[in-house]
Structure formats: structure tokens, C-alpha cells
């Protein structure tokens, strides 16, 4: 089946280790997104890629960091950097033309204690 | 300002009520907008698109406004599995913002 898989489902950290995020889609969309969202919030974007190999910060690109090596998978790391890392992740992709919609995987809860 | 601002909520309304959300956008270039539902916990769900002209799908009317740069959703005769948040997202540059979602919730 088509699809966006995260994993995992559930993150549990320590505070001050890096943790890597995964994201892969099998739609074959040029687009890929990362969100953060709080209890009680709406989504804020980290980062995007529109294309293989590069990627532009959202609103709140500091802590984090992507890459794009290939237009399947958009990995999102969690540094030591960010400072209040506990939230649920949403990555989502697009096919990149103007009017199309973003299809999201299941999201990852990282937990930081 | 935010890119995408979105009533606060929460909505609170009986069963058959009708209830209007809007939305407004800062960038005058958008060119794609859309509703997306969120139940609890959950991924957030396409649940229409806005066309420049409005559109329906059967009890939801989406419309758009593009010289006051804001985008609207109906729901009528409310069911109680309309309880959700409703996110309005503005595609101003590929980039898919969102707003902060707006609650909703059906009694009996």
C-alpha cells in the first residue's frame, strides 16, 4: 500500500542525546515536510524539502537538522541544541504542484525526560 | 503577524447546529488552501480543498476570499463525529502552513 510510515511510534530520550526521526514515503512525492506540534497547538513547521538533495527551514528550524539523499526518505534529527524537544512529530509529503494536498504519516511522540 | 491565523475556539454546539470557522492568511501569493480535520492523537486528515469559486461536500461548504485573504468552513447539521480540531493550511510557497486549529465539539 502507498503510504508515509514514521517510526517509531513512540521516542523515549535523555535529555541531551541526539535522536533521529524517520520518514519514508513510497507515493513518489517531490515534497516532504517536517511539523511539531504541542498539546493544545496547531502544527508548526521545522523543515521542507521540495526536491532530492535540498531542503529550506520553517518557522522553527533551530535544534534541528534534515537531510534529503533521497526523494523517499526525509529524516529528521533532534539535537541537544533544541531546547524543549518533548512533542509529537508529523512528517508529510506532496507531489509539489501548486493545488495538491499533504498526506501525513502517523506521527512520532518524542519523549524527553 | 502569523502566517495563518485561525479562530481560537473551542466550539461547543448541540447536535444539527451549524458552525462557521475562518481563517485568515498574511501572504497575498497564496494560491492553494485547504481544510484538514484532526481527531485526538492523531495524523491530521484532508477533509476539503478551497476552490476560488467555494465548494460543497454534502454538509460542508468550503469559501474563499481572496481581498480579505481569508478561507472559510460550514458545517451543517452538525453530527457528533464532527468533533475534531479543524486546521486551515495555507500553500503560499510549497511549504503548507497551518494554522493553529480550531475545536470543535457536538453534544447530544
Known amino acids: 500500500d502507498g503510504g508515509i510510515t514514521q517510526s517509531p511510534k513512540y521516542l523515549f530520550r535523555k535529555e541531551g542525546q541526539n535522536v533521529t526521526l524517520s520518514c519514508e514515503q513510497n507515493?513518489?512525492?517531490?515534497?516532504m515536510y517536517w511539523y511539531r506540534q504541542d498539546p493544545g497547538q496547531g502544527l508548526r513547521l521545522i523543515y521542507y524539502?521540495?526536491?532530492?538533495?535540498?531542503?529550506q527551514k520553517g518557522d522553527i528550524a533551530e535544534g534541528y537538522s534534515v537531510s534529503r539523499e533521497k526523494k523517499e526518505s526525509f529524516p529528521l534529527t533532534v539535537t541537544s541544541a533544541q531546547k524543549n524537544p518533548t512533542a509529537f512529530y508529523l512528517c508529510?509529503?506532496?507531489?509539489?504542484?501548486?493545488?495538491?494536498?499533504?498526506?501525513f504519516g502517523q506521527g512520532t511522540r518524542l519523549t524527553v525526560v | 503577524r502569523k502566517e495563518v491565523e485561525q479562530d481560537p475556539g473551542p466550539f461547543n454546539v448541540p447536535e444539527g447546529a451549524t458552525v462557521a470557522f475562518n481563517c485568515t492568511y498574511s501572504?497575498?501569493?497564496?494560491?492553494?488552501f485547504f481544510w484538514y480535520r484532526q481527531d485526538c492523537r492523531k495524523e491530521p486528515k484532508l477533509l476539503m480543498s478551497?476552490?476560488?469559486s467555494g465548494n460543497e461536500d454534502g454538509r460542508f461548504t468550503a469559501q474563499l476570499n481572496r481581498a480579505s485573504q481569508y478561507i472559510s468552513l460550514l458545517i451543517r447539521d452538525s453530527k457528533l463525529s464532527d468533533s475534531a480540531t479543524y486546521l486551515c493550511v495555507v500553500n503560499p510557497n510549497n511549504d503548507m502552513r497551518f494554522g493553529a486549529g480550531t475545536r470543535l465539539t457536538v453534544k447530544p
Open positions: 501572504n497575498s501569493a497564496s494560491q492553494s
Open positions: 478551497v476552490y476560488s
Open positions: 524539502s521540495q526536491i532530492v538533495n535540498d531542503f
Open positions: 508529510a509529503s506532496s507531489t509539489a504542484r501548486r493545488y495538491t494536498e499533504a498526506f
Open positions: 507515493l513518489n512525492h517531490d515534497a
